[in-house]
């Protein structure tokens, strides 16, 4: 995810209230590939509508949780 | 007399303008358009269409995407909500005569018109929720930074080297 911050604004610890575009300045552009890195990295698929709130790094924890779950059914 | 303040705020809720600017140095340096999933995720298969059958791809996507993003910034000040659903913003009625295009973004049943510039260095797109907004907008676009809170501007958009405000 750091390759999408701009250099002095990846903070020392992100939190779940981490806002990508807010906190981490990362161009919503940008925001697509975290979606599409989140979906290789993990072997899931972001729906749009999964896609839509995830905003912040709680959101994409809670996203992944339930996809990997999904997943395993 | 509730109907005349309901009327009022809805007068001013009209009068809103959202720009967006796009450095295409730094947007081809930042994403790779032809990156699996990336179009899909952004746009509806009438604008990919726009897209593949443009005899400049990577100028359609970055015009398509800074009018959904000059709509969706009105919208989220209008609405005060957050949502990333860029395929929600669907660009419509798009006529691009030599360097500018004009066309209307439509986003959870609400309607914007658009005004693009296209420059070799850079895409910027004003939106408003009438179209006589655009024409009254003053737009002011800088590749350096400076001190603009005093000026007051109604939409900032700041990406790579340039700076865009948008006053009404």
């Not at chain 1, 020392?12 to 890195?37: C, R």
């Not at chain 1, 899931?44 to 912040?56: A, C, F, Y």
């Not at chain 2, 930042?30 to 952004?42: A, E, H, I, V, Y």
């Not at chain 2, 501007?153 to 990406?159: A, E, L, M, R, T």
């Amino acid at each position: 995810m750091a390759t999408y911050v701009e250099e002095g604004n990846m903070p020392d610890e992100l939190t779940e209230d981490t806002d990508f575009i807010k906190d981490l300045k990362i161009n919503s552009a940008n925001l697509v590939d975290i979606v599409l890195d989140t979906e290789e990295e993990f072997g899931i698929e972001i729906d749009n509508l999964s896609m839509e709130r995830m905003l912040n790094v709680g959101a994409a924890i809670e996203i992944i949780e339930l996809k990997l779950a999904e997943n395993d059914r | 007399m509730w109907v005349r303040q309901l009327r009022s705020l809805s007068l001013n809720l009209q009068k809103m303008i959202g720009n967006d600017i796009v450095d295409l140095l730094q947007a081809a340096k930042d994403s790779d358009w032809q990156r699996k999933g990336f179009l899909d995720k952004l746009f509806t298969s009438e604008e990919q269409f726009l897209i593949s059958s443009d005899i400049h791809p990577p100028l359609m996507v970055w015009l398509l995407w800074s009018m959904k993003e000059s709509a969706y910034k009105i919208n989220s000040r209008e609405t005060k909500l957050r949502l990333f659903a860029p395929v929600k913003l669907v660009c419509n009625n798009l006529i691009i005569h030599d360097n500018k295009a004009t066309g209307n973004v439509t986003y959870e049943g609400r309607l914007y018109y658009t005004e693009s510039e296209i420059s070799v260095n850079y895409i910027h797109t004003l939106a408003a929720d009438v179209p006589e907004e655009i024409e009254r907008a003053k737009v002011s676009i800088m590749d350096f930074h400076t001190d603009y809170k005093s000026s007051n501007p109604q939409s900032v958009s700041h990406h790579g080297r340039y700076l865009a405000l948008a006053y009404l």
